[in-house]
């Protein structure tokens, strides 16, 4: 299991929260994803099967920018 840390600049309380959560969990080989407004940080643990570029594309596709 590998776990990858984004930096997440537009979460912006709770229901974005779940909507990052969502959005991640949709892809293939997700175990956990945990989403911190107070720090904007986006943790997943996950297979090799899915990357960080991955995560970062299904988020920024979805109107979430992420700092690389």
Do not use: K, W, Y
């Not at 600049?9 to 779940?18: H, L, R, T």
């Not at 099967?49 to 992420?66: H, Q």
């Amino acid at each position: 299991m590998h776990t990858t840390v984004i930096i997440e600049s537009g979460v912006e309380g709770p229901d974005c929260a779940a909507d990052i959560v969502n959005i991640v969990h949709e892809l293939p080989g997700i175990d956990s994803v945990d989403v911190s407004p107070e720090t904007g940080t986006v943790s997943v643990e996950h297979s090799p099967l899915v990357s960080e570029d991955d995560i970062c594309r299904a988020l920024e596709d979805s109107g979430f920018p992420v700092q690389r």
